[in-house]
């Protein structure tokens, strides 16, 4: 007999109040409130509800996690009731609510800055490792360890190494124009080209005209001209133009002149507009930005490395942590330090101090499953299962500590002023951004554990949920092994690639839901291809759910393994927009097949991520979910691999 979702839903919408409800949508993972005051929600007792894996808010949203197959089966129930504005079908030309309309501009702005920036931090970390690594090296004091000094190194090994570690900050702004002119689907090469000319040898280096050393070219004898070495704005700016103005002359240039003609007007356009006023304009701004944020960081009595430190956590919590990568690139360019990572890093050390507290002391399976898994990834790094599946889950007292003891860290370290010469790394890799100086390495490594320790004590004293010290159950605490059906004829425990990209995984992927493993294990793919791509079946099998707006597929396999392939992050938004389904549900398809298309170009032009999710949504049926696959891979190939240990009473146990 099919269960009734109706005493659930009537519960739920009790709990958020049917007069406090704008709208509610779904898509194929969570329920999507827009409210009209979120304090009203108590998110404990929602959390308590049988099928309820979670809540966060997100994107103008008050999003409830439930999961694939009984989501759509709650939102009917709660349709049902005909108490709130569901708005799952709702037209194209309809209005959407005003609360979901004012974080239209947040999130394309913080999705434009993750995009064009994130690709270039491993490089710029790398740079970083370089420079510490030439500082330890060529410091006199190591080296009078085994009697030499930095003369006796010849001078074509010390050319060489500032090679290394001169070269991504020479060329910098390239490497930002190129970055945004992919984000913007522009052709990055050109971007490439645009970005060097910015820097060229022939204009006079910015940093030599800013001490003197050098003077400015002056066209027509009015206009200053200056290459844009450390702007980082000013690059951001040209790759935005250019990438504009090369899909504007695409568009209308004629077919047999356009392959020439467009990179030539491109090019020509966006040096002319940036040399002759816009890089200037954009430099001074941006100066004026980082002299504001030191500012802030040498307030004294380690009161602006308090405020940092503190603010930082609710910024990763609010989503709007990326806009602070410009700022540090900022800083990096013009300066060659990143005091700003420094005083953020403490927010993960902070965490491991809570997630440890409540992984010590919990009495039940699943609050020590959500902290040991929490303080794991945070230990590289990876806060999103501690913020929320630790630090909001139960009340707010564990993200207070979290923000006093982030603040309190950053506040010592602004007063001993210790600042990183890169970013990019967190946690228990971020002690390499401070090898370049032995002082600074000892005073964030005391500091660091210190915080780790502050934290642990607070949660200890002040901030232990009742939740996790509750004990289970006693037959939840047994350790019986549970009979499980074993299967028989299994055929094929792989997974294979819906379409052909880069890996990414699980835990990067920007949406915590996801990245948390709430809901199942597996990874992402970011499609190499642009365009209308098609969107294969990962399995042999039977389509359990095809969402309405073609962003989600389910799929359930001879085996009983159950998928859900999942188009971009929010696309759900979309309503339809870009996607086309080529199945229906009950459907039998085998591995390889054509679920539907999705055009990626209008995914990315309204801001949305475009990754596509692979998740096992039962992965809790199986001991193991295995990536095989590294960066890149073409469609269909292997990517996963599941692994299950099954019992039946009296009988071996068997894998699958």
């Known amino acids: 007999m099919a269960k009734d979702y109706t005493n659930e839903a009537k519960q739920l919408i009790d709990l958020i109040g049917a007069d406090n409800v704008i709208s509610v949508t779904h898509c194929q993972t969570r329920l999507r409130f827009v409210l009209k005051d ?47 504005n569901t708005i799952y079908g709702k037209d194209d030309n309809e209005d959407e609510p005003e609360t979901a309309e004012n974080q239209g501009w947040v999130k394309r702005l913080m999705a434009m800055l993750s995009g064009i920036f994130v690709p270039i931090v491993p490089v710029i970390a790398a740079t970083g490792l370089f420079l510490g690594l030439k500082s330890m090296l060529f410091n006199e ?32 702004p390239a490497l930002i124009v190129w970055s945004t002119f992919r ?27 800013a001490d003197g050393s050098a003077k400015a070219l002056e066209l027509f004898g009015v206009i200053p001209v200056v290459g844009a070495q450390g702007s980082v704005l000013t690059a951001m700016v040209a790759g935005i133009i250019g990438a504009k103005l090369e899909l504007f002359f695409r568009k209308h ?32 701004i941006e100066l004026q930005m980082v002299s504001g944020v030191e500012a802030v960081i040498h307030i004294p009595f380690g009161i602006g490395g308090f405020i940092i430190g503190a603010l930082y956590p609710l910024m990763v919590l609010l989503g709007v942590h990326h806009t602070m990568i410009m700022v540090e690139t900022s800083l990096l360019a013009n300066t060659g330090f990143n005091p700003l990572i420094t005083l953020e890093a403490m927010y993960g050390f902070a965490n491991l101090g809570v997630a440890l507290a409540m992984m010590l002391r919990a009495r039940n399976d699943n609050a020590k499953a959500n902290a040991t898994g929490g303080f794991m990834s945070q230990i590289f790094g990876v806060s999103e299962p501690t913020l929320f599946g630790v630090l909001i889950r139960y009340n707010l007292k564990p993200l207070l500590v979290t923000v006093f003891t982030s603040g309190l860290g950053a506040a010592v370290l602004s007063i001993f002023k210790v600042k990183a010469n890169t970013y990019g790394l967190a946690v228990l890799p971020s002690y390499l951004m401070y090898i370049y100086n032995g002082r600074m390495l000892i005073i964030y ?34 350790d019986a092994p549970k009979n499980v059906l074993v299967q028989t004829d299994v055929k094929d425990n792989s997974l294979y690639a819906p379409v052909a990209g880069n890996i990414v995984p699980l835990d990067e992927v920007p949406d915590p839901v996801f990245s948390s493993g709430m809901m199942g294990k597996g990874l992402a793919i970011e499609p190499t291809d642009a365009g209308k791509i098609n969107i294969l079946a990962p399995q042999n099998g039977q389509v359990s759910l095809v969402a309405d707006t073609g962003h989600a597929y389910g799929l359930v396999t001879e085996d009983g393994m159950e998928i859900l392939v999942h188009i971009g992050i929010d696309t759900v938004n979309l309503k339809g927009k870009g996607f086309e389904t080529l199945v229906k549900s009950n459907q039998t398809v085998k591995a390889g097949d054509v679920l539907g298309t999705v055009n990626l170009d209008q995914v990315k032009d309204e801001g949305l991520n475009s990754d596509i999710l692979i998740l096992v949504t039962n992965s809790d049926a199986y001991d193991d979910i295995e990536r095989t696959q590294d960066t890149p891979v073409a469609a269909q190939d292997i990517i996963l691999t599941v692994q299950r240990t099954v019992y039946e009473e009296n009988a071996q146990s068997s894998s699958i």
């Open 445 to 478: 490594f005391i500091v660091s554990i210190a915080t780790i320790a502050v934290a642990f004590v607070l949660t200890n004293l002040f901030a232990m949920p009742k939740e996790v010290l509750a004990a289970d159950d006693a037959d939840e605490r047994s």
């Open 141 to 172: 004091n190591v080296l009078a360890l085994i009697g030499a000094s930095t003369s006796d190194i010849p001078q074509t090994v010390q050319q060489l190494t500032s090679v290394l570690t001169d070269t991504v900050f020479a060329f910098l």
């Open 183 to 209: 984000y913007f689907k522009g052709t990055p090469i050109i971007g490439m080209v645009i970005g060097l000319m910015l820097v060229s040898p022939i204009l006079p280096n910015a940093y030599a005209v």
């Open 38 to 84: 979120r304090k009203q929600v108590d998110d404990k007792k929602i959390e308590a509800l049988p099928d309820v894996k979670g809540v966060f808010d997100g994107s103008g949203q008050y999003q409830v996690i439930i999961g694939t197959g009984t989501v759509n089966k709650v939102y009917e129930a709660i349709e049902n009731l005909n108490v709130v």
């Open 253 to 284: 240039m004629p077919d047999v002149i356009e392959q020439i003609f467009t990179p030539f007007f491109t090019m020509l356009v966006t040096f002319a507009i940036m040399i002759l006023g816009v890089g200037p304009i954009m430099h001074m």
